[in-house]
Nanobody, 119 residues
Framework: QVQLVESGGGLVQTGGSLRLSCTAP????????MGWYRQAPGKQRELVAT???????NVADSVKGRFAISRDYAKNTVSLQMYNLKPEDTAVYYC?????????????WGQGTQVTVSS
């Protein structure tokens, strides 16, 4: 089974910073678009940021200018750098890998890591 492993979540004060990391198997990471999603209590999961296999990025309007996504091919790791965190950023953050191969689309999720921003 494909395993995506997130780390870096925790408790931080408003205005603080946090860096999330997600490691994927090399065979997946090398070809997949990677992304970060989040889900707050009582709300649907929403897209935060994505990065394609060749490094093109997209960031949700709600976090644009505060969050940045990047990938390290040597470490098979995608990161989400979060600055100026706000209470509304509190959620479980999930790593995602997405790719299409031979007629099929593959979509994998990590277990999630909690980010809590206190005011």
């Amino acid at each position: 089974q494909v395993q995506l492993v997130e780390s870096g979540g925790g408790l931080v004060q408003t205005g603080g910073s946090l860096r999330l990391s997600c490691t994927a198997p090399r065979s997946i990471f090398s070809i997949a678009a990677m992304g970060w999603y989040r889900q707050a209590p009582g709300k649907q999961r929403e897209l935060v940021a994505t990065i394609t296999s060749d490094g093109s990025t997209n960031v949700a309007d709600s976090v644009k200018g505060r969050f940045a996504i990047s990938r390290d091919y040597a470490k098979n790791t995608v990161s989400l750098q979060m600055y100026n965190l706000k209470p509304e950023d509190t959620a479980v953050y999930y790593c995602n890998a997405n790719y299409e191969y031979s007629l099929h689309r593959y979509n994998y999720w990590g277990q999630g890591t909690q980010v809590t921003v206190s005011s």
